[in-house]
């Protein structure tokens, strides 16, 4: 796996790099600023371009623990890093660097049936340790858990039901 961390501008990097503005790296020592890259060392350069924002992001349920984020293919993207809201945290957590730039989806698991989750996609260029800027957000809830019928009773006319609580918001009884 890959390790990308986001720095204040949005950017990331990855090891020991670090930067805002333009992006220069020289020698053995790396430093990445700004929207372009370039890499100076041996008497080599190479200049990246920053990848577009990713857009058309969509997440719909597959199932009471997955959710599948999908979006559209973004040009010079080298993957994809896809971002998911901790709620108990307050803060963006990535939970996949996706490698591919014809990549487009992301099915995350593992996941508490009945509940909302928001997600964010991002693309990038692995040479330059460079993104694009952040998609829109995206909601989407997994399933609430099948209830299971604990009793039925029949009294003067009427039929009551009981059933075990499960997460989700309310149920549907036929």
Request: charged fraction near 25%; charge should be positive.
């Given at each position: ?7 204040e501008d949005g ?29 100076t ?14 857009t ?6 597959a199932?009471?623990?997955?959710i ?25 957590k ?13 099915t ?16 990038y260029v ?15 809830a ?33």
């Amino acid at each position: 796996d890959k390790e990308f961390t986001i720095l204040e501008d949005g950017h990331t990097g990855t090891g020991g790099n670090t930067g805002s503005g333009d992006n220069t790296a020289t020698g053995d020592e790396n430093t990445t600023t700004g929207d372009n890259n370039t890499t100076t060392g041996d008497g080599n350069t190479t200049t990246y371009g920053k990848p577009a924002q990713v857009t058309g992001v969509s997440a719909v349920c597959a199932g009471t623990t997955k959710i599948k984020v999908s979006w559209e293919k973004t040009q010079n993207a080298d993957g994809y890093l896809v971002y998911r809201y901790e709620n108990s945290k307050k803060t963006w957590k990535l939970i996949k660097a996706v490698s591919g730039g014809a990549v487009t989806s992301y099915t995350d698991s593992k996941l508490a049936a009945g509940v909302a989750y928001k997600y964010r996609v991002c693309a990038y260029v692995e040479a330059a340790n460079n993104t694009g800027d952040v998609s829109k957000t995206v909601t989407a809830a997994t399933k609430p858990a099948k209830s299971s019928l604990k009793k039925v009773t029949a009294k003067q006319n009427k039929i009551m039901r009981k059933w075990k609580k499960t997460t989700g918001s309310g149920f549907d009884i036929t």
